[in-house]
């Protein structure tokens, strides 16, 4: 129940799966740009520009990467540690959101 009615609605139902991707965009909003840290902090401490120079001015294609490398371990850990526990599967996973988007 809301406090308030918003052109006649005055409440919000939210799914499971919702409220997991609203997690997952305030971590990785939080997490993800120390990936681009960690990166720069590497290149300081061999005293190089770019990773390669596949990417001419951007820094090579680690550097693209680098925030998704770092929400990659992220996502991991949460569903090994917090949604699978004892049984972490892609197949476990997949069905996990086959049936949260189920209508009810």
């Given amino acids: 129940m809301l406090p308030i009615t918003f052109?006649?609605?005055n409440s919000i139902s939210v799914s499971p799966v919702q409220t997991t991707f609203v997690l997952f965009a305030i971590l990785a909003s939080l997490?993800?740009?120390f990936g681009g840290f960690m990166a720069s902090g590497m290149k300081r401490a061999f005293n190089i520009k770019d990773f390669s120079n596949l990417l001419p001015g951007h820094?090579?294609?680690v550097d693209r990467f680098d925030c998704i490398m770092v929400m990659c371990v992220m996502v991991y850990v949460y569903l090994s540690t917090v949604l699978y526990k004892d049984n972490f599967d892609v197949s476990n996973t997949l069905a996990w959101i086959?049936?949260?988007m189920e209508p009810e």
């Fill in 98 to 100: 086959h049936a949260t």
């Fill in 31 to 33: 997490i993800s740009p």
């Fill in 59 to 61: 820094g090579g294609v």
């Fill in 7 to 9: 052109m006649g609605i």
